[in-house]
């Protein structure tokens, strides 16, 4: 059997099972490189070779576990993000490449500032708390989470990607009574409604509810970390938060209801308002 018909026989497994054709035969190749430890380029010029038996014996577990709607970020272990690749597994909740767009309104609400002092409220994996730290090398941070098993994998992170010596992490809900005053507060809280459970994806289900759901409105987390964003803001900061579809009339409303002075949301690809900018300024 050539690597290729392997990889097709699992997807068409994972299509049975309910998952989209097309994210069934990436999935597949995506457990299959894994298992070989090769890159796209890798695959496109071998996968007419041989399926090697050990790629046989060690891929079928993995493809049992997605057929059973594991997330491939599980499986794998790991999920890229913002071009760097972050230990995952259960109990965090998986980086979406939507919220890469926090990342990059946060460098430029950081641009010209000298050492700047970086809160990441509900951390998860760290995932922007350590991008942060490692394309801002004069930044500090402090990174709070309600949950130890995210602390836990953030912690991780930061160690993997050296910056650990540059975050303090604090096991806390919202800004967590951090210390002294912040150039900048990013967030990617929750915002699912609690009524909305049975509508996600069985793999999204897999993550931890504390990471998705805030209320009947799915608001909950934004009107805490509004509110207790501006209270640790220096008078010239910013708060940059990820929020849901649909959200954005509301959460701006709630964010200049907090105090904000200037606020604004960006767009993601798929043209959602995806990201509020609130700076703190009259």
């Not at 890159?39 to 007419?48: H, I, N, S």
């Not at 998986?94 to 990059?104: G, H, Q």
């Amino acid at each position: 059997m050539r690597l290729r018909d392997l990889a097709a026989a699992a997807a068409g497994r994972f299509a049975a099972a309910g998952i989209p054709e097309a994210e069934a035969s990436l999935d597949a190749e995506l457990l299959l490189r894994h298992v070989l430890d090769w890159d796209r380029a890798a695959w496109l010029t071998r996968r007419d070779e041989p399926a090697p038996a050990f790629a046989v014996e060690a891929f079928a577990p993995l493809a049992r576990r997605r057929e059973g709607r594991e997330p491939v970020a599980y499986i794998r272990g790991r999920q890229e993000f913002y071009g760097r690749e972050f230990l995952v597994g259960a109990g965090v909740l998986i980086p979406r490449p939507e919220t890469e767009l926090v990342v990059e309104a946060a460098l430029q609400a950081l641009a010209g500032r000298v050492a700047p002092r970086v809160l990441d409220v509900g951390t998860g994996s760290g995932c922007l708390a350590v991008t942060l730290a490692l394309e801002r090398r004069d930044a500090e941070a402090t990174a709070t989470d309600v949950s130890a098993d995210a602390l836990a994998w953030a912690r991780r992170n930061a160690e993997r990607h050296g910056v650990a010596a540059r975050i303090a992490w604090r096991h806390a809900p919202g800004t967590g009574g951090a210390a002294g005053w912040f150039d900048l507060v990013v967030s990617n809280p929750p915002y699912v409604r609690s009524g909305d459970g049975e509508t996600l994806a069985p793999e999204v289900r897999r993550e931890p509810d504390v990471a998705l759901f805030a209320g009947h409105d799915g608001l909950d987390a934004v009107r805490a970390i509004a509110g207790a964003s501006y209270d640790v803001l220096q008078a010239d900061g910013t708060l940059v938060m990820e929020i849901g579809a649909g959200q954005s009339a509301e959460a701006q409303a709630i964010v200049r209801a907090a105090g904000f002075g200037e606020v604004s949301v960006r767009d993601d690809l798929q043209a959602i308002p995806r990201v509020v900018v609130a700076a703190k300024r009259s």
